[in-house]
């Protein structure tokens, strides 16, 4: 199972940004799929999960309204669109999937929201 995660950067704060995350060596289509994010000196929290046909999702309250994850099964891709970004926002952020009872991340991408 490899996730590779692209799309972080450096955005003003009210800007925005899009997360991709392609995956490999499992049945992409079959397995739910959640953004997470750490920052500096906080522990890793949930950021979204959306389910493995996309027919539902789920968000943290600090992002509800702001954040959104979708999925494209034929691209094999889950993505994180971020609106209305703010400091606060600044972590990396890793996509995860769990398959059987293994959970499988990716190596993260940077987001850092300032002026």
């Known amino acids: 199972v490899q996730l590779v995660e692209s799309g972080g950067g450096l955005v003003q704060p009210g800007g925005s940004l899009r997360l991709s995350c392609v995956a490999s060596?499992?049945?992409?289509?079959?397995?739910?799929m959640s953004w997470y994010r750490q920052a500096p000196g906080k522990e890793r929290e949930l950021v979204a999960t959306?389910?493995?046909?996309?027919?539902?999702?789920n968000y943290a309250d600090s992002v509800k309204g702001r954040f959104t994850i979708s999925r494209d099964n034929v691209k094999v891709t889950v993505y994180l669109e971020m609106n209305s970004l703010k400091p606060e926002d600044t972590a990396v952020y890793y996509c995860?999937?769990?398959?059987?009872?293994?959970?499988?991340w990716g190596q993260g991408t940077q987001v850092t929201v300032s002026s």
């Open positions: 959306i389910t493995s046909a996309g027919g539902s999702t």
């Open positions: 995860k999937t769990r398959v059987g009872v293994l959970d499988y």
């Open positions: 060596g499992f049945t992409f289509r079959w397995y739910a």
